[in-house]
């Protein structure tokens, strides 16, 4: 069955250190996609980074990067040198369905910076 | 600025009513989504659309409803038969082409019972 599994429900860092959020995800299918969304208390998700199955070099976008092992199905997501707006939920997701793009959704780590 | 819009922000639904969710993205984007979010659980689909006139069931669409009349448009009847409505609505959309294309997501509406 395809799952997404994030096993940190919270976290602390202090400002201006790096934080890696882990996941991990389960597929048969040799093509997929994985992304990383935010979502601060006010609801909004917003899109962060994203890594396809056969991207050859892991995702980076500014501050955030995506640590890609395959062989062990793991995609953790690293903020480098953290601010105190990156407090906020972060779901690990997976691109299932092909074309259609349907997403299963890991359920959150909440990130808490710390000044 | 194109994004997605999603209204009311909060929504109360007495015992056998029916309501309905908007949702519209100025952003020419073929798919929609939408998702219902509860505490601890994540995100779960419960219908998509990829064109106009056409739509799909998602994971969990027993009791809502949706109609995709425009491309901009898709709104979501949550019905009396969603025996525990009371959830955070997410509607997102996304540009048609590879599996790279992220969903983009409006602000919700949060749905409580009375």
């Known amino acids: 069955a395809q799952k997404i599994t994030q096993t940190q429900p919270g976290m602390f860092v202090q400002e201006k250190e790096a934080v890696t959020l882990d996941c991990t995800y389960d597929?048969?299918?040799?093509?997929?996609?994985l992304f990383w969304y935010k979502q601060p208390s006010s609801g909004e998700m917003i899109f962060l980074i994203y890594?396809?199955?056969?991207?050859?070099q892991n995702a980076t976008e500014g501050r955030y990067s995506l640590n890609f092992q395959k062989a062990r199905k793991s995609a953790n997501l690293v903020i480098s040198a953290s601010q105190l707006g990156d407090s906020a939920m972060y779901f690990c997701?997976?691109?299932?369905?092909?074309?259609?793009?349907?997403?299963?959704f890991g359920t959150g780590t909440l990130l808490a910076v710390q000044p | 600025d194109g994004g997605i819009t999603q209204s009311p922000k909060y929504l109360f639904r007495k015992e056998g009513q029916n309501v309905t969710l908007s949702c519209e993205q100025n952003?020419?984007?073929?798919?929609m989504y939408w998702y219902r979010q509860d505490p601890g659980q994540g995100l779960r689909l419960i219908y998509y659309s990829q064109i106009v006139n056409d739509f799909q069931k998602g994971d969990i669409a027993e009791g809502y409803s949706v109609s995709r009349e425009k491309k901009e448009s898709f709104p979501l009847t949550v019905t009396s038969a969603q025996k525990n409505p009371t959830a955070f609505y997410l509607c997102?959309?996304?540009?048609?082409?590879?599996?790279?294309?992220?969903?983009?997501f409006g602000d919700g509406t949060r749905l409580s019972i009375l």
């Open positions: 597929t048969s299918d040799p093509s997929y996609g």
């Open positions: 997701a997976m691109n299932i369905g092909g074309a259609t793009n349907k997403l299963i």
């Open positions: 890594q396809g199955s056969y991207d050859q």
């Open positions: 952003l020419n984007h073929d798919a």
């Open positions: 997102a959309s996304r540009k048609a082409g590879t599996g790279n294309q992220p969903q983009h």
